[in-house]
């Protein structure tokens, strides 16, 4: 049995270092699965015990119809539960996109107007909890999930951490755990990553968050969570 940790981020692995988890975890067996690219890096810091591998190389970006589904999921929550912010996010691609053409940036303008609304009408009918579960339903189909399934089992991981879940990499890992049974869990790093850097938040049996102010924040935006899985 085992313990499979995600760090699809520099700043994930150099906390499970300081933090000394492979003292809190004495006795068990750890695997992390870091950034590709941060492989040779990683293993000047990994802390004592751990087996570091890499993680798989995936970027939901480049599957449109994956792509289309995710957004559809993350605009419904967003417009609705954070109307402000994701306004001024459109807002800036207009301006930035048109800055000398003002008819077309009207025009943009315009258009991202009717989105925020109609996004808005659609979370407000609870449609981003329908398209975050039916997203994740989709991912666990893609072969990436696959091969994460067969690595786990490989490794008989009994628990699966996802460290990184702003990264594009860790939401396959924790989607192939959750079709698995596995027991999981989420570690939201700061406010801003939950509110507007995790395109998906894959659903876990626990989530850990460092204040009172992110676990109200995951708790607005993400109803659907029982607050005693929010630490």
């Given at each position: ?56 190389e ?6 449109s ?15 609705y539960?954070d ?30 107007a ?21 997203f ?33 990499r ?11 049974g ?10 801003d ?31 659907e ?7």
């Amino acid at each position: 049995m085992s313990i499979v940790i995600g760090c699809d981020s520099f700043l994930a692995l150099r906390n499970l270092r300081t933090g000394l988890l492979d003292r809190w975890l004495n006795g068990e067996e750890i695997h992390v699965w870091v950034d590709p690219r941060q492989l040779a890096g990683s293993q000047r810091v990994k802390p004592e015990g751990v087996e570091l591998a890499c993680l798989e190389e995936f970027d939901v970006r480049k599957d449109s119809r994956l792509m289309k589904q995710v957004l559809a999921a993350y605009h419904a929550r967003k417009c609705y539960y954070d109307p402000a912010t994701i306004w001024a996010d459109f807002l800036l691609s207009s301006h930035r996109h048109n800055q000398r053409k003002p008819l077309r940036r009207a025009a943009s303008v315009s258009r991202a107007a009717g989105r925020l609304g109609l996004y808005w009408l659609a979370g407000s009918l609870g449609m981003a909890r329908h398209w975050r579960s039916a997203f994740a339903q989709a991912l666990r189909r893609h072969p990436v999930v696959d091969v994460y399934r067969e690595r786990l089992q490989k490794v008989d991981a009994t628990v699966v951490v996802g460290l990184s879940p702003e990264g594009l990499r860790e939401m396959a890992l924790m989607e192939a755990a959750n079709s698995l049974g596995l027991s999981t869990m989420v570690v939201i790093r700061s406010r801003d990553n939950l509110a507007a850097k995790i395109l998906h938040l894959p659903h876990a049996d626990a989530y850990a968050v460092w204040s009172e102010n992110t676990r109200q924040c995951l708790l607005s935006m993400y109803p659907e969570t029982p607050p005693e899985r929010v630490h």
